[in-house]
Nanobody
Framework: QVQLVESGGGLVQAGGSLRLACAAS????????MGWFRQAPGKVREFVSA????????SYTDSVKGRFTISRDNAKNTVYLQMNSLEPEDTAVYYC????????????????????WGQGTQVTVSS
């Protein structure tokens, strides 16, 4: 059974950058779609970004397009989320997730399309 552990969160000023990492253990994630979600206080968990089985296919929510980049290193069994030009509205707990089985080009965006979640890492952006 795969386990996911996020890291890289912290406190940063607006305009700054952070890189989140999601390290998987238990099995390889190279043949799985992976995603990042976030949840701010009092709000529902929302989709941020996903990468398909095929690394050529990625997806982002509109509010982070051009600022965030998802990537993976299969040798390290790790998925990353590079976050640039951070805004206070990006403040949330960020979760990575492993997708259920889909085609190699599909980038899952719905909570129910994922079946394994990490514990989350806090990102706080000050104004």
């Amino acid at each position: 059974q795969v386990q996911l552990v996020e890291s890289g969160g912290g406190l940063v000023q607006a305009g700054g950058s952070l890189r989140l990492a999601c390290a998987a253990s238990g099995r390889s994630i190279s043949n799985s779609g992976m995603g990042w979600f976030r949840q701010a206080p009092g709000k529902v968990r929302e989709f941020v970004s996903a990468i398909a089985k095929s690394d050529s296919y990625t997806s982002y929510t509109d509010s982070v397009k051009g600022r965030f980049t998802i990537s993976r290193d299969n040798a390290k069994n790790t998925v990353y989320l590079q976050m640039n030009s951070l805004e206070p509205e990006d403040t949330a707990v960020y979760y990575c997730a492993l997708a259920r089985t889909y085609s190699s080009r599909y980038t899952p965006r719905l909570l129910g399309e994922y079946d394994t979640w990490g514990q989350g890492t806090q990102v706080t952006v000050s104004s």
